[in-house]
């Protein structure tokens, strides 16, 4: 069974930030790209950061705008998200994904519960 735990959401005011984690298990991950998809209320989900299987390739959606940093650790099968100058319209549900491509958008077979980040003014 496939299992994505994500954690380190929480509460931040703008311009703050916060390290979002995602730990794997139920099989070999390091052959797989790993990323984070965001539910903003109201919006659709929208891809936010992928990271190829080796950590040689890495991509953001549009609205990163240079702010967020995605990285990986093949040995623990872990996934992380640093988030810095955060906005309050990042607020949202961010989930962790994974799949045997890197999908520059929403097409992962495999998704995690997701973790709330809120940023307040």
């Known amino acids: 069974q496939v299992q994505l735990v994500e954690s380190g959401g929480g509460l931040v005011q703008a311009g703050g930030s916060l390290r979002l984690s995602c730990a794997a298990s139920g099989r070999d991950f390091s052959d797989y790209a790993m990323g984070w998809v965001r539910q903003v209320p109201g919006k659709e989900r929208e891809f936010a950061a992928g990271v190829s299987w080796n950590g040689g390739f890495k991509f953001y959606g549009n609205f990163v705008e240079g702010r967020f940093n995605i990285s990986r650790d093949n040995a623990k099968n872990t996934v992380h998200l640093q988030m810095n100058r955060l906005k309050p319209e990042d607020t949202g549900v961010y989930f962790c994904?994974?799949?045997?491509?890197?999908?520059?958008?929403?097409?992962?077979?495999?998704w995690g519960q997701g973790t709330q980040v809120t940023v307040s003014l």
């Open positions: 994904v994974t799949g045997p491509s890197l999908d520059y958008g929403l097409g992962y077979p495999y």
